[in-house]
Structures are given as C-alpha cells and as structure tokens.
Nanobody
Framework: QVQLVESGGGSVQAGGSLRLSCAAS????????MGWFRQAPGKEREFVSA????????YYADSVKGRFTISRSNAKKTVYLQMNSLKPEDTAVYYC????????????????WGQGTQVTVSS
C-alpha cells in the first residue's frame, strides 16, 4: 500500500477552477495506478478519473470529461486533478486512491485511500 494525503479543496463559484493534489509516500507509488473518487452527501462514492502508472492510459467519468484533467509526477510521488468549469453538482468530498497494476473504476479495486478533501461549488 501507499499512504495518501489530498490537498487543494475549497469553495469556488460555478465556472471556477481548483486543482487537487495527492501526495503519496511509499516506494511502490510509481507502480500504482491512481484514481480520484468523490462522494456527495447522501450519495455513494463515485469514480471520477484514473491514470496508469506510466500515464499512458487515462479514464474519466462522463460527467467530468472535458472539464477535469488528471496527471501525475512519479518523481514527486504526486497525482493531480485539475478541475475547470466547476458546477454545483461537483460538490463532494474528493478522495485519492491507489491500486497496484492496471486501471479500474470500481472503488473496491483500490487498496489505498486518502482522507478526502472537500470541494464546494456555489451557484
């Protein structure tokens, strides 16, 4: 497993941008696929985006495609989520997650989780 700490959440008006960061510790980060999930109050945790260890494969949920961009730096052991054109329905706690091997969109496929960071988008 890797240990993960998210940062960069906050409050923004609709149409604004935020960049989330997820710092990892542990020697296996470069071999991990990384994902972002989010959970709004009263809703299940949902997949947002994922990136392979080499950054050559990326997935996005349809709801964020074209607005969010995932990236990573294995040298810095950090994964990022750039969020543009934010909407009120993007309001949620955002979680960073990691798993060894290939990409996956199901949250039960990930073995490492951060504590989450709140993103609030007002209309």
């Amino acid at each position: 497993q890797v240990q993960l700490v998210e940062s960069g959440g906050g409050s923004v008006q609709a149409g604004g941008s935020l960049r989330l960061s997820c710092a990892a510790s542990g020697r296996t980060f470069s071999s991990y696929s990384m994902g972002w999930f989010r959970q709004a109050p009263g809703k299940e945790r949902e997949f947002v985006s994922a990136i392979s260890w080499s950054s050559n494969r990326i997935y996005y949920a349809d709801s964020v495609k074209g607005r969010f961009t995932i990236s990573r730096s294995n040298a810095k052991k950090t994964v990022y989520l750039q969020m543009n054109s934010l909407k009120p329905e993007d309001t949620a706690v955002y979680y960073c997650a990691g798993r060894p091997g290939g990409l996956a969109s199901g949250y039960d496929n990930y073995d490492s989780w951060g504590q989450g960071t709140q993103v609030t988008v007002s209309s």
